[in-house]
């Protein structure tokens, strides 16, 4: 028996009846370690030693791995089949380590699509595990954890954000800055020109061009209406062109165009394509059999394999014909993009998303639909239309009005439209136009729209912060931290994310820089590359970065909060501030957490004006569970209230002390005069009822 080791569980019977029963493929469930938090700030990396980590099996993964160190003793070999990328190598060594197999000897499948050609395929060329996909990966951990726990833990304390990051903070930076251009943005003037003109039966809207001074724009008013005092009853032809447009398709899917078409097409947000992806990619039950219906969903690379491009040209040719078939399209490759994986496409091309429609979810058919047309498509001729471009003139200004009719659908074919068969208008030079609507619209420019999280994924891909396989986390855990919210599709950044980006930029300018971030994802690169050592990566970065920790507990919250004027910290003399805490504002110690002076509440007593029946004190106004009240001044030892803002009139003179009142007050037997000086003087007196003595 020989054991294969997954990543997934939905992948383990599928691969199994690919490989007959001399196998058993189980799942590890995606990372079964992780650095500890034990060690010199619960870092679970000993910074002294070389940076050397102490990694734990995660509580969650125990039993998993008891299974499978179990089913490893039984079997005569153990194959390795994590996920092709940095992550899923991390695992495959991990996997490695902890069931005692050798990591440079023991066999690694790779293959990048479900389907049994793969797996044959993987099968008959397994590999070693790649130490440097491993050194790169453990770098990137090592480092997110370092300024994950030292800044979180700073903001955390200083301005009570819940957690910071490389990448999260680098991508939070960019949506607080757009916030800031969208309220510093100064709307503009401008006026349309709104002309439509009598063509038979119809009334046709022609595009102003220019004035007749030459005058693209339409500034002000008075420009607006010299036009529209210009033109007269009609207007005239000035020239007829005809012309050839060709409209490409795009090429294949990325993960961050996935999801950038995905939210535009199907408003899915990044976390829903994600999911629904990865549930095509593992595998759907299609008539009988489990099979992967598109490749691996991670990549930054539109390259497809020679095989999916012979096979597709084949395709296309029998079912649309060779006219159709067009050029492999060589896509721009990001600031950062790898190339390692091929682009996002179906497995097969005869499973089209109709043929397999009633197996999938509706999410998974749209989703499945945008893959395969756009895969399909970028092998496939262009669309060819053929437009007419009608100028005119009146007043000296100048219009436009054009008409397109597709003359060859090419890769449109796709789309299953029934496209109207457009005619053009008979038309010559010359021809005149009854002018039936001319009109002056004043309008204002609209500030930057807002990013949306397909926005944001594209920006994250062109600066290159992050990777295909953090898009979609890192835009999670800034919603999950509240920096960000989502309405109606837009990202609006919070004010605490705000002022979590500008704390961060103003103490950490170069981690929260897209640029320094890009510059990490480079060096990182270096060590995958085999050209450069992970030990020189962070000695590089370790020691300016804890500077700049120690200096941020030094000045953050002196520089960005309100010192109390004239007031010193009595414990150690620093300055106090105001600061915020879960039950509000309050005065502390600059110096926190060194010093942890908190200075009490002073409660501010407001006089009524009266002074007590009882004691000659001043009566204050006081507050209970909200309700004010009026109370002597000099409680505890005079308890006088009073109640409902009725004052309690003294009867007379108590008899039996020189300086005490009898007042009316309630017993167990009822109402009764005592006196104001109780407990020192105890006489009372029954209050009689009327008639009586």
Not at 283 to 297: A, C, D, P
Request: charged content about 30%; hydrophobic content about 30%; proline content about 4%.
């Amino acid at each position: 028996m020989k054991l294969v080791i997954v990543e997934s569980p939905t992948k383990c019977n599928t691969i199994q009846r690919y490989l007959g029963d001399q196998y058993i493929v189980k799942a590890s469930f995606g990372h079964i370690r992780d650095l500890a938090t034990s060690g010199k700030g619960g870092l679970g990396v000993d910074i002294e030693n070389h940076f050397t980590p102490t990694y734990n099996i995660n509580k969650d993964k125990k039993k998993v791995v008891y299974e499978l160190k179990e089913l490893a003793k039984q079997a005569e070999e153990v194959i390795l089949a994590t996920d092709p990328d940095r992550e899923g190598e991390a695992i495959a060594w991990h996997l490695a380590v902890v069931l005692g197999l050798d990591v440079q000897t023991n066999k690694r499948l790779e293959f990048h699509e479900i389907t049994r050609d793969s797996i044959t395929e993987a099968m008959k060329s397994p590999r070693t595990i790649d130490l440097n996909f491993v050194a790169s990966q453990e770098t990137r951990r090592i480092l997110d954890r370092i300024i994950g726990f030292k800044l979180s833990t700073l903001v955390n304390r200083k301005i009570h954000s819940k957690s910071a990051g490389r990448v999260q903070s680098a991508t939070l930076k960019l949506i607080a800055d757009h916030e800031t251009d969208i309220e510093k943005f100064v709307p503009e003037e401008y006026w349309d020109i709104n002309v439509e003109i009598a063509h038979g039966k119809k009334h046709v809207k022609v595009n102003f061009v220019n004035d007749f001074d030459g005058n693209k724009e339409v500034k002000t008013e008075t420009q607006a209406k010299a036009i529209i005092a210009s033109l007269k009853d009609s207007l005239t032809i000035k020239s007829v062109d005809r012309s050839v447009r060709l409209i490409e398709s795009k090429p294949p899917f990325t993960t961050s165009s996935m999801q950038q078409e995905a939210f535009t097409k199907l408003k899915f947000n990044t976390a829903k394509t994600s999911s629904v992806a990865q549930s095509l990619y593992e595998g759907i039950n299609v008539n009988g059999e489990h099979v992967g219906l598109i490749t691996y969903i991670r990549t930054d690379s539109t390259r497809l394999s020679p095989t999916f491009i012979g096979r597709t040209k084949a395709f296309i040719e029998e079912t649309y014909g060779k006219q159709y078939i067009g050029v492999v399209k060589k896509g721009e490759k990001g600031l950062l993009a790898q190339d390692a994986h091929e682009a996002i496409r179906p497995t097969s091309n005869h499973r089209t998303p109709e043929s397999v429609r009633q197996y999938l979810t509706p999410d998974q058919y749209n989703l499945y639909k945008l893959i395969y047309v756009r895969a399909l498509s970028s092998l496939m001729k262009p669309k060819k239309e053929e437009v007419l471009t009608i100028t005119l003139v009146g007043g000296d200004n100048t219009f436009k009005v054009e008409y397109s009719k597709t003359i060859f659908p090419g890769y449109e074919i796709l789309n299953d439209k029934n496209e109207k068969k457009e005619t053009f208008p008979e038309v010559n030079e010359g021809d005149q136009f009854e002018i039936t609507k001319k009109e002056c619209e004043q309008k204002f420019t609209n500030p930057p729209a807002r990013y949306t999280e397909a926005k944001v994924v594209k920006l994250m891909e062109e600066v290159g912060i992050g990777r295909p396989s953090t898009y979609s986390s890192t835009i999670s855990i800034l919603k999950k931290r509240h920096y960000i919210n989502e309405e109606k599709g837009a990202i609006i950044c919070s004010e605490q994310g705000r002022k979590t980006s500008h704390v961060l930029d103003k103490y950490f300018p170069t981690i929260v820089d897209a640029k320094y971030t890009a510059s990490m994802e480079s060096e990182l690169d270096k060590i995958q590359e085999g050209e450069a050592s992970s030990e020189e990566i962070l000695d590089k970065f370790y020691l300016p970065f804890i500077k700049m920790v120690d200096e941020g507990y030094e000045r953050m919250y002196v520089d960005e909060v309100v010192e109390v004027p004239d007031s010193v910290c009595p414990k150690c003399g620093k300055p106090l501030v105001y600061k915020m805490g879960k039950n509000g504002q309050f005065i502390g110690c600059s110096d926190y957490p060194r010093c942890d002076y908190v200075q009490k509440e002073k409660k501010v007593v407001e006089e009524t004006g009266q002074t007590c029946p009882v004691c000659g004190s001043p009566l204050v106004y006081r507050n209970k569970n909200g309700k004010k009240f009026v109370a002597c001044s000099n409680y505890p030892t005079c308890k006088y209230t009073v109640k409902e803002e009725k004052e309690i009139k003294p009867v007379k003179k108590c008899p039996h002390c020189e300086d005490g009142f009898l007042i009316k007050k309630k017993g167990r037997y009822g109402y009764f005069l005592g006196c104001t000086n109780y407990p020192k003087c105890e006489y009372m007196e029954k209050i009689h009822k009327k008639g009586h003595k």
